[in-house]
């Protein structure tokens, strides 16, 4: 499998190597590999999409605690995905409520499972295509890398 180092993980999601390994020792990202004292983290292509999506909901002015809840679910969604191409055609939501329901719904769902979540009527929703910012992170990645070169 694929891996990346923290520096290409951080760059091509737009964040600093310091803000991630602060969210990794704070508890707000969880990487899919524990490691070793002494050892080098290395980063998956689940771990570069949940950072994708992390940055693509910056953008909307999230708390890192807010964000940290919501990439902790799809961290969950893609455990048992054996790689990108398996979200094809799915979509990663979450829906505020507001006071009709206290906690958010969040979820990797098909186009048809998303309308059904639409027809609800949430007072706010957030939908990020995860293989399009996955793909962009990914294209973002030194093409040396990318191949093969650095990367195990």
């Not at 094809?88 to 186009?111: H, I, M, N, Y």
């Amino acid at each position: 499998m694929k891996t990346w180092t923290i520096h290409e993980v951080a760059d091509a999601c737009a964040m600093t190597t310091g803000e991630l390994s602060q969210w990794i020792a704070r508890g707000q990202f969880r990487p899919s590999v524990t490691v070793q004292p002494g050892q080098r983290r290395r980063f998956d292509w689940r771990d570069l999409a949940c950072l994708a999506v992390m940055n693509a909901l910056r953008k909307h002015s999230l708390s890192i605690n807010g964000m940290a809840l919501i990439v902790s679910d799809l961290r969950d969604d893609l455990a048992g995905m054996n790689d990108i191409s398996d979200i094809s055609g799915r979509s990663f939501f979450c829906a505020d409520w507001g006071k009709k329901q206290p906690c958010p719904t969040v979820g990797l769902v098909t186009e048809t499972d998303l309308f059904a979540v639409l027809k609800r009527r949430p007072e706010t929703v957030i939908i990020v295509d995860v293989a399009a910012v996955y793909r962009d992170a990914a294209d973002a990645i030194p093409a040396m890398t990318a191949a093969g070169g650095a990367a195990q």
